[in-house]
């Protein structure tokens, strides 16, 4: 298996039992170690050593984080401005510890959802904070509702030992990474990642592979990575979707990935899965 992608590891300890007892959940607001989490810009912020900065309790925080070993954290729902583009947090990461990075997307994508979802679905009442901020339920018709993370392949094809990345039209310039798309409904990993290489670069696949996941909360997405081996190497690139993508050489990878400035392409930062994918691909052929 590949190592564990930026984002993954244990965080805090969620304490998930004590999620439906909101006596308990209260009493750990006056704990000594108790503290909330700060937000500045729609992000939690961090500290000048790239930590997350925590507070005393001010009031009465409708989210239960979890433990930090027997200090219980906390988070209110954050209701300041939001960048209108939720990618817009990413330098946040060039400065962020990454022992802290799960609990930084843990927080941030609870935040996003609670923004996202002040309405039932069902009845379209307003609804309220429920399970120390783990759901939502309607006060009008008892719905409840739950966080969601939107699954999203992202995916290797390999030909004849080279790889296939793209470039889409946001990236910085020489950057390539792997394909991507969104699992539609009715679909299993498996066929998106057919149907995504095949609508994005024209080419069939078989031997599909799940590799590794990533929670990404930009704004609340699970990457499911995963590696297939293409039939051929003939490119019908979708120019709606991709500024380019190529079959690159192990040699032109590795190359890519010490920082070699001749290298044929810029690789995915490291905080991104698809730089998880690309290290664990040339690991594999040592």
Known sequence: MPPDPYFCGPGLDRADQLR???GAI????SHAG???L???DGAPALDEHGKLSWQPIDGEPAIFLGFDGADPRFSHLYDGEVPANAYAHIPLLALLDDQEAPTFAAALSLANWHRRHGHCSV???RTEP???GWSRICPNCSAEHYPRADPVVIMLAEYD???LLGRQPQYPPGRYSALAGFVEPGESIEDAVARELKEEAGIDVSKVRYMCSQPWPFPSSLMIGAHAMANDDALTI???ELDDARWFSREEVVAALAGDPEAPFQPPSKWAIARTLLDHWVDGLK
């Open 20 to 22: 439906a007892d909101p």
């Open 34 to 36: 108790a503290k909330q």
């Open 26 to 29: 209260a009493e750990l607001l």
């Open 238 to 240: 979708d120019r709606n």
């Open 123 to 125: 009845c379209s009442h």
């Open 130 to 132: 429920n399970r120390g």
């Open 38 to 40: 700060q937000w500045t």
């Open 161 to 163: 030992g080279r790889l």
